[in-house]
């Protein structure tokens, strides 16, 4: 049960939006050999702001009231855990070991769970941990089809892919604080006004391509709405009343979506110990929403001052 005076858990919300985000791939699939990343990113941003541009001034409103710390999460979180993140893993997949990047990826639950005991005041019992290391141990089973072998190797990737984790376990904790006094829709808004000239650096440093083809556009217009605008809309109305701790796991619905729509539309294959791993990832992300809502829920969570 909802702790009395509390707005009610909704872990399952996040991984709900999660979940959508992993249809990222069928959409991307079609688009990933025609374009390069820094371009598909800055056109979700551009069509999603297009899209968002009524609801702008409320926004802009929003953000001028918000608090100097508040703002500041607001930039980061659009400039960097929507824009710069997504270059920086990119960018280590060019270092020529695919292995590095999602080994590293791995730790963002855990740069999330020491960002909002810093960030929050947020608590972790023990128990916590009952459900976050069997999710960590699925995501690592469900990333590679051989687990025992993989092994991080070259340096400058491990960074780059470090930096990107950080970046968005930093905006999940931001994200939650930001998120429980101002409006959903507006943070969410903000998150796709503020990224949009970030992603166009990106892109100009990059050197890469504005232009796009007809054919192009409405495989882009597909993945700024489903995955982008709807998945951020949920994520951030669960984040009002969800402890970025809980929020970090949820979020590992992501590549079971994806694995799932890998195997059912894409033609993948997953090794046993991949499968064992995606149910691993389900029983313990379903497990922390239920045990979260019992009177004696592992993380303890403050609303952010």
Same mark, same amino acid.
Not at 29 to 41: K, R
Not at 149 to 173: C, D, E, K, R, Y
Not at 246 to 252: D, G, H, K, S
């Given at each position: 049960?909802?702790?009395?005076?509390?707005?009610?858990?909704?872990?399952?919300?996040?991984?709900?939006?999660?979940?959508?985000? &992993?249809?990222?791939?069928?959409?991307?699939?079609?688009?990933?050999?025609?374009?390069?990343?820094?371009?598909?990113? #800055?056109?979700?941003?551009?069509?999603?702001?297009? *899209? *968002?541009?009524?609801?702008?001034?409320?926004?802009?409103?929003? #953000?001028?009231?918000?608090?100097?710390?508040?703002?500041?999460?607001?930039?980061?979180?659009?400039?960097?855990?929507?824009?710069?993140?997504?270059?920086? #893993?990119?960018?280590? #997949?060019?270092?020529?070991? $695919?292995?590095?990047?999602?080994?590293?990826?791995?730790?963002?639950?855990?740069?999330?769970?020491?960002?909002?005991?810093?960030?929050?005041?947020?608590?972790?019992?023990?128990?916590?941990?009952?459900?976050?290391?069997?999710?960590?141990?699925?995501?690592?089973?469900?990333?590679?089809?051989? $687990?025992?072998?993989?092994?991080?190797?070259?340096?400058?990737?491990?960074?780059?892919?470090?930096?990107?984790?950080?970046?968005?376990?930093?905006?999940?904790?931001?994200?939650?604080?930001?998120?429980?006094?101002?409006?959903?829709?507006?943070?969410?808004?903000?998150?796709?006004?503020?990224?949009?000239?970030?992603?166009?650096?990106?892109?100009?440093?990059?050197?890469?391509?504005?232009?796009?083809?007809?054919?192009?556009?409405?495989?882009?217009?597909?993945?700024?709405?489903?995955? &982008?605008?709807?998945?951020?809309?949920?994520?951030?109305?669960?984040?009002?009343?969800?402890?970025?701790?809980?929020?970090?796991?949820?979020?590992?619905?992501? $590549?079971?979506?994806?694995? *799932?729509?890998?195997?059912?539309?894409?033609?993948?294959?997953?090794?046993?110990?991949?499968?064992?791993?995606?149910?691993?990832?389900?029983?313990?992300?379903?497990?922390?929403?239920?045990?979260?809502?019992?009177?004696?829920?592992?993380?303890?969570?403050?609303?952010?001052?």
């Amino acid at each position: 049960m909802d702790r009395p005076g509390e707005a009610p858990d909704r872990t399952w919300l996040i991984a709900v939006a999660a979940a959508m985000w &992993g249809t990222d791939g069928l959409l991307r699939q079609p688009l990933a050999g025609q374009l390069p990343a820094a371009t598909v990113v #800055f056109w979700e941003h551009l069509l999603i702001v297009v *899209l *968002l541009l009524p609801f702008l001034p409320s926004a802009a409103r929003a #953000f001028r009231a918000a608090s100097v710390r508040e703002r500041t999460a607001l930039v980061l979180i659009g400039a960097g855990a929507s824009a710069v993140a997504t270059a920086l #893993f990119t960018q280590a #997949f060019r270092y020529g070991d $695919p292995v590095t990047p999602l080994v590293l990826q791995k730790l963002q639950p855990v740069i999330a769970v020491v960002a909002a005991a810093l960030l929050l005041g947020e608590r972790v019992r023990r128990g916590y941990w009952m459900f976050a290391v069997p999710a960590l141990a699925g995501a690592w089973l469900m990333a590679f089809a051989n $687990p025992f072998s993989a092994a991080p190797q070259a340096l400058v990737a491990a960074l780059l892919a470090v930096g990107a984790a950080a970046l968005w376990a930093i905006g999940t904790v931001l994200g939650r604080m930001v998120s429980v006094r101002i409006a959903s829709r507006d943070v969410t808004v903000l998150r796709f006004a503020i990224g949009l000239p970030a992603s166009a650096v990106v892109l100009l440093a990059q050197g890469a391509p504005v232009a796009v083809t007809t054919a192009q556009l409405g495989p882009l217009v597909l993945l700024a709405l489903v995955p &982008g605008l709807l998945g951020l809309a949920l994520y951030y109305i669960g984040l009002r009343s969800t402890a970025a701790a809980r929020a970090t796991l949820a979020e590992l619905a992501f $590549p079971v979506t994806a694995a *799932l729509i890998g195997v059912g539309l894409l033609g993948t294959r997953l090794t046993p110990s991949q499968w064992l791993g995606l149910l691993i990832v389900v029983a313990s992300v379903t497990a922390l929403g239920l045990r979260e809502r019992s009177p004696r829920p592992v993380v303890h969570a403050e609303a952010p001052a």
